[in-house]
């Protein structure tokens, strides 16, 4: 199921990860710690908690990494 999550960064990525890419890869990892593809309705909200406060970290260590050689980009709109 993770092997589906992939590099975020550039230059792996010609350009900057949208907010879709880094969403898509929380939802993987939140699959595959929590063990469910879908949960229950009494799981939804700590699981969809989960997703989004793993997909904010992600923007948040793509916006602080420095990958040296590569060029900078402008920060991360956020909503």
């Known amino acids: 199921m993770c092997r589906s999550i992939k590099t975020l960064r ?3 990525l010609p350009e900057e990860a949208t907010e879709d ?3 898509a ?3 993987q ?3 595959k710690v929590s063990g469910f593809r879908a949960p229950a309705a009494h ?3 700590v699981f969809e ?3 989004d406060e793993i997909a904010e970290a992600t923007a948040r260590l793509l916006d602080g990494l420095e990958v040296r050689g590569a060029h900078p980009h402008p920060a991360r709109a956020r909503s």
Do not use: C, G, Q, S
């Open 10 to 12: 550039p230059p792996v």
């Open 21 to 23: 890419d880094i969403r």
């Open 25 to 27: 890869a929380a939802l």
């Open 29 to 31: 990892y939140v699959r």
């Open 43 to 45: 799981n939804r909200e």
């Open 49 to 51: 908690r989960a997703v």
